[in-house]
T-cell receptor, first 114, second 116 residues
């Protein structure tokens, strides 16, 4: 009964370092999303994927890249981390677009960039 | 893009009191969702609303989809300590209206703090 699993849960990086956040879902969902959550800003969509092999930009995509090589996994990459990317990152998935399918969230990855 | 205004930003209440919060939009939505987020966790879906005027309950929680399709309300009756958290509204507009993969736009959250 895992749902959406994010790894790692915490990470501290130095400016300029790179890293990849992993999101895995076991619900056979087509759609997957990466959000960042900052104080007073709510949830903002970074990138999303409507299916294996496809990705698209969300509201705040700059500085991030994503890949969806397998349906169950959605990776978020930071090529050169910046302090402005310090945030809590949430992955979510949903069965399909439209209709009445709510998004299910992971527990987040807390990322600090020094 | 679509804008969601969620209020109040925070609430300090006594245990046992009723709670009311709302979200308003600059454009119409076809779906309203209410999530709760507890410290260290991701948002968890509480209630989903799919029709204008719809009133749906989940235990002590009741949410309504406004008739104008531009607002939604969440009420919590007889609050208890475990109700503490951040409550987010989220709305989905008509297809292709923007806001992400499925047009879902989130409010900035209402912080609920309960004093014993």
């Amino acid at each position: 009964n895992a749902g959406v699993t994010q790894t790692p849960k915490f990470r501290v990086l130095k400016t300029g370092q790179s890293m990849t956040l992993l999101c895995a879902q076991d619900m056979n969902h087509e759609y997957m999303y990466w959000y960042r959550q900052d104080p007073g800003m709510g949830l903002r969509l970074i990138h999303y994927s409507v299916g294996e092999g496809t990705t698209a930009k969300g509201e705040v995509p700059d500085g991030y890249n994503v890949s969806r090589l397998k349906k169950q996994n959605f990776l978020l990459g930071l090529e050169s981390a910046a302090p402005s990317q310090t945030s809590v990152y949430f992955c979510a998935s949903s069965y399909s677009k439209g209709g009445n399918q709510p998004q299910h969230f992971g527990d987040g990855t807390r990322l600090s960039i020094l | 893009g679509q804008q969601l205004n969620q209020s109040p930003q925070s609430m300090f209440i006594q245990e046992g009191e009723d709670v009311s919060m709302n979200c308003t939009s600059s454009s119409i939505f076809n779906t309203w969702l209410w999530y709760k987020q507890e410290p260290g966790e991701g948002p968890v879906l509480l209630i989903a609303l799919y029709k204008a005027g719809e009133l749906t309950s989940n235990g002590r929680l009741t949410a309504q989809f406004g008739i104008t399709r531009k607002d939604s309300f969440l009420n919590i009756s007889a609050s208890i300590p475990s109700d503490v958290g951040i409550y987010f509204c989220a709305g989905r507009g008509p297809e292709y209206s923007g806001g992400g993969a499925d047009g879902l736009t989130f409010g900035k959250g209402t912080h609920l703090i309960i004093q014993p």
